[in-house]
């Protein structure tokens, strides 16, 4: 188990109403629906369709308010970028995947291999063939 899971639980709760989540944010609830709308943000309902955000939800609104304030971008921009970072992570975790797969794969071929080795005879003695012989030459006879 992760040692960040309970924390993760945390970040995940939805447990802000649209009111405190603006005011966490540092925007208008209007804002907020309107991001819902765009599809920027998916806060939870709950069984009387009231809306429920997360501490997740909160960084995802300050993160669409940096790129829309500080660095000029507009909505489709945004949504185009949180698309990039989740196609991302996505991809990290696909690389780690495979990583721990290679190395699971390495660590049964060493061992078929060690395997393989054990199974040779001992009793065998290396060839080492001579060496050329030289022979001198033959004197003519007189």
Do not use: C, F, W
């Not at 802000?16 to 609830?29: D, K, T």
């Not at 970028?81 to 990583?99: P, S, T």
């Not at 063939?129 to 006879?141: D, E, G, I, Q, T």
């Amino acid at each position: 188990m992760d040692d960040h899971s309970g924390y993760d639980e945390q970040r995940e709760a939805a447990v802000y109403v649209i009111s405190v989540a603006a005011e966490l944010a540092g925007m208008h609830p209007q804002t907020l629906r309107m991001y819902e709308r765009k599809g920027l943000v998916s806060p939870r309902r709950t069984r009387g369709n009231t809306r429920r955000y997360s501490r997740l939800d909160i960084e995802r609104l300050r993160q669409i308010q940096d790129l829309t304030q500080r660095h000029g971008m507009n909505l489709a921009g945004v949504a185009m970028v949180m698309q990039l970072e989740a196609d991302l992570g996505a991809a990290r975790g696909r690389i780690a995947a495979l990583e721990e797969e290679l190395a699971a794969v390495q660590r049964d071929a060493a061992a078929a291999l060690d395997a393989v080795h054990k199974t040779y005879r001992r009793d065998l003695v290396p060839y080492d063939p001579p060496a050329k012989l030289v022979r001198a030459p033959r004197r003519r006879a007189r």
